[in-house]
């Protein structure tokens, strides 16, 4: 499914490494800006992150940033209008983002507002509104997980109807992705793990669903690698900055390769099962990974197979007859579930979420196959096979 | 450097050739794209799993198909309760109503898809077209779409063309066909507005 043709698109430059956080005052005047609003949210500020990157900026010759800091988990469209009004009264000419996924989102809508007017990002809702180039936007992730500094895509709820709100443009696609190790040490074991099987599940899906090519897959593989390698090793070490910068990295290459090639019915699932039970999103990530590669595994068995090399090492791929390997990635993943239950408490089923009731899940199943990630799912899913795949899936 | 070098010679036997003109494919698909549009009206009258999918789509709903390049090749569907009326594609629509539309980045995309050599789902995975609208929406057209080739093609072809062909048993496929070319008989009669 991989011949005939494909496109490839990134241009996000990635500042990856130690000290990554002093490059960006440079990079930032390199692109001809001077003031950039810092867009953060509280539990970051707890976290000591905003004054490590100010002191950081303020060093490098920028000084006094403004702060908006008001991001809530969920973030919406006054949300981005309140933080696009400051940035204006500061007259800022681009955007850093430190945080997560909702903060990563609540930029790139900002910028939009920022960049090209108007108090309602709802206005640029649809195909074609954003239609030139924003302000300059630098990602620097306090998460190795949603992949969100390198696509081109923002999720950011409607007040009025409660909804969220998907924006997706070229233009969306931040200018600089900074990984440093100092960003994501302080993450707590819950969503260390939670995240990665996130990234861990970007990667997977991108090798294995339809629009996958050769330059997403080079990107799958060491994402999955690195996040194979370092995910348990972070949980029982989280200071290990060395582990911690893999994990990063690897969400990045993750969302370099999804953001090429799209996901499937993991994400259809994990979508509406968050918004159903209320469950983060790598959570369900976690839950459903295996249960879809078994419903996928007739017509993917050379794909999923082959994610043993990355998954187990070389020499476990060696050792397992070909025929083999397939079972032995999805029961490397079952395992490595285990180690994150064990280490994290992070759910294996829905049952072990206790958010979830077997009742529930008809109705998630008829959302599911509305979803479009089930688009470049390699097999078709009726609503019968997703009722399946979730009883499975409840444990 | 290639062209502009008047030192290379070119070898005229290998100058690759069309094996299809575009003129021909664009009258091919604007031929097809009529008939499919006929076809969706007719299998929402005769087929129960079709309008119960069409019944989940907002009333007044227009579903378009077109092509980059060929303003005058496309379809377009109107969702009506349970129905789906095939509408004139060159003829004004209402600027109002919800739309989705998919959109083949060149003629020869569509004409990949439409003479079933390459999939729909497989053309959507090679970006050969995007789709603009609610995708929730777009899922539940393909489903129809799908359903629609299953009823009408026959299985080798229909294999192509859809990702997961659930195939329905002969001796159900082929009442269900025929009543369901009979009300296209009738759609096209009556001409599509
Ligand atoms: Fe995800």
């Known amino acids: ?395 | 450097m290639g062209a502009t070098d008047p030192t290379v010679p070119f070898a005229t036997d290998a100058t690759p050739r069309r094996p299809v003109p575009y003129g021909a494919e664009r009258l091919y698909v604007k031929t097809l794209l009529k008939l499919v549009a006929g076809l969706l009206e007719a299998v929402s009258e005769t087929d129960e799993v079709v309008a119960a999918e069409v019944a989940g789509l907002p009333d007044g709903l227009l579903a378009e198909m077109s092509v980059f390049g060929a303003p005058d090749v496309g379809l377009r569907v109107q969702v009506r309760g349970r129905r789906l009326v095939a509408q004139d594609f060159e003829g004004a629509s209402d600027e109002q109503a919800p739309r989705i539309e998919i959109v083949f980045k060149h003629i020869t995309n569509a004409f990949l898809v439409f003479s079933f050599q390459e999939g729909t789902a497989v053309a959507f995975a090679h970006g050969r077209m995007v789709v603009e609208g609610d995708l929730a929406h777009a899922m539940r057209l393909v489903r129809c779409l799908d359903r629609c080739e299953t009823i009408v093609l026959p299985k080798l072809i229909a294999e192509r063309a859809v990702k997961t062909l659930r195939g329905l048993p002969l001796a159900e496929q082929l009442p269900l066909a025929a009543r369901t070319l009979g009300s296209l008989a009738r759609v096209l009669v009556k001409g599509i507005r």
């Open chain 1, 1 to 395: 499914m991989s011949s005939g043709y494909y496109e490839f698109f990134c241009p996000v430059k990635v500042l990856a490494g130690h000290h990554a956080l002093e490059q960006v005052p440079f990079e930032l005047a390199t692109l001809g800006v001077k003031r950039p609003l810092l867009v953060t949210d509280a539990g970051v500020r707890r976290a000591g992150l905003v004054d490590v990157v100010v002191a950081a900026l303020e060093a490098g010759g920028l000084k006094a940033v403004p702060i908006f800091d008001a991001i809530p988990p969920d973030s919406s469209n006054t949300v981005v209008a309140k933080a696009a009004e400051l940035s204006r009264d500061h007259r800022c000419d681009s955007l850093v983002a430190l945080g997560g996924g909702s903060v990563i989102d609540t930029a790139k809508a900002v910028n939009v507002l920022t960049s090209l007017g108007g108090d309602d990002i709802h206005a640029y809702a649809g195909s074609g509104k954003i239609a030139r180039k924003l302000t300059p936007l630098f990602v620097l992730p306090t998460t190795s997980g949603t992949g969100s500094e390198v696509t081109n895509i923002s999720v950011v709820k409607d007040e009025l109807t409660g909804l969220k709100q998907s924006y997706q443009s070229p233009f969306l696609m931040p200018d600089a992705a900074v990984l440093d190790p100092r960003l994501t040490l302080g993450l707590p074991p819950f969503f260390t793990a939670a995240t990665g099987m996130d990234a861990m599940t970007h990667a997977i899906e991108s090798y294995v669903c339809m629009q996958k090519n050769p330059l997403s897959d080079a990107f799958a593989v060491k994402a999955i690698e690195k996040i194979a390698r370092n995910l348990v090793l972070v949980l029982e070490s989280p200071k290990d900055a060395e582990g911690r910068l893999e994990l990063a990295q690897a969400a990045t290459f993750a969302g370099i390769a999804f953001s090429n090639s799209m996901v499937g019915l993991v994400h259809a699932l994990g979508h509406t099962t968050g918004a159903v039970a209320h469950l983060p999103h790598g959570v369900c990530m976690s839950v459903f990974l295996p249960y879809v590669l078994e419903f996928n595994l007739d017509v993917r068995r050379d794909a999923i197979g082959e994610l043993l090399l990355p998954l187990a090492g070389a020499e476990v791929f060696a050792r397992t007859p070909v025929p083999e390997r397939a079972a032995a990635s999805i029961a490397k993943i079952r395992k490595l579930r285990d180690e994150l239950y064990r280490l994290a408490e992070l759910p294996r089923t829905l049952a072990e979420t206790g958010k979830v009731k077997r009742g529930d899940l008809p109705r998630i199943a008829e959302l599911c196959v509305d979803d479009a990630a089930l688009a470049m799912n390699p097999k078709d899913v009726s609503r019968a096979e997703a009722l399946a795949v979730l009883e499975r899936a409840f444990g």
